[in-house]
């Protein structure tokens, strides 16, 4: 950032020539207050001074120290603002030059335009009038140009005139901090104040000059965030002017739609309404209560709905600069810092689709309105987030057949951030699709081509001068990117003369004299893989014309497969598409590492039948790539071993070649730092045992002895064949798994299975296998290997335990009644008389859990009673009638009947063993 676009030296302290509506947007250097120069805080005021210096778009903690300190010398010059010399006036400027280079970097801070407005105000004020000097005379022309600064304020936030027209009638938008309460206050006051100036002796046309304003402000802001200020202002206003007896109605008007909204305080108020209408009329009075009650209660529960959904004050409506989005990722809480972004954005679009719910039963035009207002608040604090105006934008369009508004702040939003591509293709879309002449959206991508050319944008671009202009227009789309966008720092002195020309000239001289098409990949420049970021220079943003013009970003791979797919796939020229890629392989060496590139071309040559070209395509791009494990490289190595095994067909010769890519597959993505050669699964996974005088691994050994490749194909050799054949086609899906095989782990469930494997049903089992074994080997879950989800896996023991029990016993039935969380309980029970059981006994683990539970807890002494007045007959669950069961329980009492708890038998055995292991703990302790 250069300081001379924030910070201006040697300002003239004379007044600014009358007419002068703009604050001053450079900050005045160095400081007219002593107390920055030296002092104990000008250390402080110097670092945040630095800090907005180096980084003024996202440093807002130092934005913030710096207008705290302009408050606190606003605070000491105040006495003096009518009374100015050139010190006092030079301190006045340099305040003013504060707030605008803020409002420049930040030009929705609400808060900030109320704190120079304030000071506008005042300054502005003449002998008498409200913040004006009781006695004595001002300078005219000063207040003059305080009061068009102040309103220039008023036109730029809320988007109207003083007289309430709007400032721009082909505005669809109009202002965007019109939610800003305290703004809406001070725009009364200066506008009854105007009033008081043009007509003194007018009481009529103050009253309605005051009037017009409160209701221009109730209506535009009536519902926002901290509206009871708003209203209880009004109401204020309206009490004072009952000398009149037509406000008496205007203020019942005011207390009737007050009542209406959601707001702080809204009971208190509506006991005002209620004792307002008794003092007229008792009769009147109840009629009124009776038909807004309903109306008071619906927005009361609104008030408190919409605290529940969301908390207001976590939005910080008007109180928080729109710092951008973190983007430094070398930031130590850069985490941080993007969660708590993520938070606050999924805050205000809880909000916004909270008032899209229309709580407060709205009709369509008035729930346009709230809804656009929340949009306004939204952007107000995430200025710099592109997706907030892209929300914005598509809401509009549903609420606008015709795009108008949608386009409008899609345009408004590409001026905060003119980067964006993603915010210019939306635009465009829209004017393609509302448009009468489609063609306008080249307009639209032009305008960013200008400001912020781009790969992508010129990407883009390019499709829509195809689809509106044709061939040749759009091959000079592409010509024109490789010229403006920034090479990537591999391309050669003397091949940048040559992108000068056309583009047609650079394709067709990529040909021999036998008129074949020679290999750009057959050279491995040792610059491969070695991008040149671009310098502070490339990234800096000039201002020009009072236009913001980024440099051009790189060019990127992109550039060349899209205009590349467009001469194959519409053009009908493949051999054009195939030189396209040769001359970005030419022209940028660095594509050669980019596996997406590389594919496509591989692609085209094997449609193109060109085997030569595409061989050493592949070997270039896997050697260049030879460090990497990524998924991407991972399919670059599919599509070479497809292509050698393709080739391996046709010509026996080639089988060779198909092994040889295969071994070095395993080896570049596995190997024996991954594979484990003695089990065949993962190195890591559980503790190998060591051998040997050195302690080495089995798997080391093996390698150490007989080599990977050898040791790998012994023990994994049917995995890896079933990988070749799951690369051609031939196996599972036909989708081969791009998946990094260190971690590769086959997801198919077992209905996906079903027809996928073409063999026998050996080889369907060897894949079940083969799925448990990857899952086993990784670390990962084998608990519903093959299972479709929780209710299948539930449904399927359901179906198994039925099987086993007769049909209609208790635990069939009991298993049909019960929730699905309770069948893996119920399967586990042992067996009673009046149950079949399912298992032949309980799980060792269950009986051992059971059995410590019953040890470690103490059985009561007094044996529990049935409530036998309730008639109770616990004991009946546990005792058989004579002839029903046979036999005894060892846990029945041969008691009456209805005796319950727990049996003598049983609780014998219980303090038996519970005596034992006293004895042991006791002699073990002796010993």
Known sequence: MDEDELFDEGITTEPAAEGSAELISTIITPSPFAHHVAGPTSSRFRNAMQRIAENPKSDVEAWQALITEVMNCYRIVQPKIHNVDAEVQLQLDWMESCFGALLKYYPYASSQYVAIAQMLFAESARTGEEEGPVYGSVDQVRSRNCQRKLEKIFTDTLGINMDGSPADPDDTIGGICTSNIDLWLLYIRTRSRQARRDFPNSEDTIREWTTNAYELAIETAGFCVNNHVLWKAYLQYGKSQMDNPKQMLQLRSIYQRLVCNPMTGLDQLWQEYEVFERQQSEALAAAFASEYTPKYTHARSVYLERNRVFNIQDLHINTKLAAPPPSNQEDEDYTSKLQEDYQYLNLWKTRIAYERTNPERLSTVELAQRIRQACKEMVCNLTFHPETWHMWSMWEETADTTGTRAVAVLQKGRVHIPDCTLLAQAQAQLVELHNPKPESCLKVMESLLETAPNTLGFCLYQQMVRRYKGIKAARDVFARARRELVATGDIKESEKKSEEG?????????????????????????????????????????????????????????????????????????????????????????????????????????????????????????????????????????????????????????????????????????????????????????????????????????????????SSMIVNGMGRAVEVLDVMGLWGSGVPNTTDLRTAASKTTAAEDEGTIPGGKSDEDYQRRLQFAALASSGGSVDAVGETSSKLLSARRLQQATATAPQGSAITMALQQSPEWLHDIMLHLPASRLRTPVFNKPPPHLTELALNSLRQNNLPTERPQDDKKNGSVSGNKHKLKSGGGGGDSSDEDDGAAGSGGYGSQFRARQRARQMMGTTNGSSNKAE
């Open 502 to 710: 056309a583009e047609g000239s650079d394709v067709k001289n990529e040909e021999d004299n036998n008129g074949n098409r020679w290999m750009v990949t057959n050279r491995l420049d040792p610059s491969i893989g070695q991008t040149q970021p671009l310098n502070d220079a490339q990234k800096t943003e000039e201002e020009a014309d009072g236009t913001t013009r980024i440099k051009p970003g790189p060019i990127t791979w992109h550039l060349y497969a899209a205009h590349a797919t467009i001469e194959h796939r519409l053009n009908k020229s493949p051999d054009i598409a195939a030189r396209v890629y040769e001359l970005g392989l030419r022209k940028n060496s660095s594509f050669l590492t980019k596996p997406a590139y590389v594919l496509r071309y591989a692609h085209l040559l094997l449609e193109l039948q060109d085997t030569v070209n595409l061989r050493a395509l592949l070997t270039r791009a896997l050697a260049a790539s030879k460090d990497s494990k990524s998924p991407a490289v991972t399919a670059l190595w599919n599509m070479a071993l497809q292509f050698e095994t393709l080739m391996s067909i046709a010509d026996p010769k080639n089988v060779k070649e198909a092994i040889a890519i295969e071994r070095k597959r395993r080896a570049a993505l596995l190997g024996p730092e991954v594979e484990d050669v003695c089990s065949g699964g993962r190195i890591g996974v559980g503790e190998a045992a060591t051998i040997g005088a050195q302690k080495t691994t089995v798997s080391e050994q093996l390698v150490r002895d007989n080599g990977y490749e050898m």
